[in-house]
Structure formats: C-alpha cells, structure tokens
C-alpha cells in the first residue's frame, strides 16, 4: 500500500479539526502510534486540551515499548508504521495485555486491512480521512465498552455458571476450574452473550451489530477468527467445541446441554 492510498499524502486533509473534546470525567490516558506528524500533532492537541494524557509514539517498536511501559487506557494504532507494522504491533499488545482497548487507523475502504486489524483483536477502526469529533466517540466507545464490569448498572449482576465455567461479568473475570482465563475484551463479551443465553442461536450480523456497536459488511470471517480464538481459550479440545457450537450456515451457539 502507498502512502497516498494511507491516506499519509494529503496531510492538511487526513483529518478535520471540528470542535473542542468534552473531557472525560476522570483522567484517561492516550497512546497516539503514528508516524505522521500532522495528524499524531493534531490528536495529541486536540485531546491533550480536553483533559486527556497523551502520548505519542513514531513508529511500531516504540509503541510497543511505550504501551508495556505506560499501560495507557486506550490506544490509537495507525497501520502503516516504520520499524514494526500495526498488524504486528496490534498482535504484540494483545499478548501482553489483552483487556487494553485498541482503535486502528486504517485507509479507506481498504476492507482487507479493516479485517486483519479486527481479526489481530482490534476494538474498533476508523478510516482516513477522519474528523477528530468522530476519533473521540470511538475512543469513548471502545472505553465504554472495556469498563462495562465498573458501570453502575452492572453491580448487581451474579457470576454465571456453566459447568466448571465462571464468568464474572463485574470484574470481567474467566476461570475454568482453577485456571485463569485471559479474554480480549471483545471473546470476553462474546463468551459472556453466548453463556447468559444457552441453547439460542446468534446469526454472525447479529454478533457484529451486538460487539461492535454497528454493523460490519462482509465481516463475517472477523466473527470466526474471534470465535477460533475463544475455543482455544475455554474448550478442552478446540477442534471438538463442547461450549460455543457452530450452527452452520447460521452463527452459533452455547450449549444448552446440562
């Protein structure tokens, strides 16, 4: 991919400047890795006025470095970086932390790297060129979503049990038995869909509207990829599911077996 198809060509018009951020209620800290300057500068002030703590990284090692070292509440992760590329980078922070919400910069209507960033266990993409306005309600969506076990609403909702399955939907917790289970934010709100609902069967356009907020056409194998990473997870033999099931040419399901 060439800059000018990134979208690294037109730098005054890679992003729109409209409006001043609404600062958040407490304090949230900001990873920008992006090797452009124009639009890592523009973010930076742009949040950085709204109360946010940003920093900047310029290039995929860097931001890996930084990320393990600040542990930032959100990053935003362009995909075409020196040194490391964002696919790879997004892979590296999701090994090392798996809850940290992700939002990636991708070209547009370039859908081939907006699934392989989902399927690397991104929160959420938005293409350039891009208003700061809209960055800021993903970045507030993409946190809304990773701090759903604090919401208020949630404080009286009991652990479900499924088997030797647990899941706590306060502190976003997994554990099979004795073992603790490490879920990316979106297997996490998957697995806990299915197990609230055993038996019901969830098309994959459901799954897509439900996780990620709005709908993704053609994103279909992004729901498989997620669903093949789960089983890895929780299933004694992924390659023979006996929790989240496939109805075929459907979507799938939890299993409503006692």
């Not at 960055?135 to 609403?153: C, D, P, W, Y």
Request: proline content about 5%.
């Amino acid at each position: 991919m060439t800059d000018k198809d990134n979208g690294k060509s037109g730098q005054p018009h890679s992003i729109e400047a409209t409006g001043a951020a609404v600062a958040p209620a407490q304090a949230t800290s900001l990873l920008i890795i992006e090797d452009d300057e124009n639009i890592s500068s523009a973010i930076q002030e742009y949040f950085t006025r709204a109360g946010y703590s940003v920093t900047t990284a310029a290039d995929g090692l860097a931001g890996v470095e930084v990320a393990g070292k600040d542990r930032p509440d959100v990053v935003v992760l362009d995909l075409m970086l020196p040194k490391m590329d964002g696919l790879a980078v997004c892979k590296e922070l999701r090994l090392k932390s798996p809850q940290m919400p992700i939002l990636m910069l991708t070209a547009k209507d370039d859908v081939v790297d907006k699934v392989l960033g989902l399927e690397m266990g991104a929160d959420d993409y938005i293409t350039k060129p891009f208003s700061l306005r809209e960055l800021e309600a993903r970045i507030k969506s993409v946190l809304r979503r990773s701090r759903a076990g604090t919401a208020v609403e949630g404080e009286d909702e009991a652990p479900i049990l499924r088997g030797n399955l647990r899941i706590d939907p306060i502190r976003r917790e997994v554990t099979i038995g004795d073992r603790h289970v490490e879920l990316t934010p979106k297997e996490f709100d998957l697995l806990r869909l299915f197990a609230s609902n055993p038996g019901r069967v969830f098309p994959r356009k459901y799954l897509l509207e439900k996780i990620w907020d709005y709908s993704y056409e053609g994103y279909d194998r992004t729901i498989d990829s997620h669903i093949n990473r789960l089983r890895a997870k929780v299933e004694q033999n992924p390659d023979n599911p006996q929790l989240v099931l496939t109805v075929w040419g459907i979507g799938y399901k939890f299993t409503d077996a006692e």
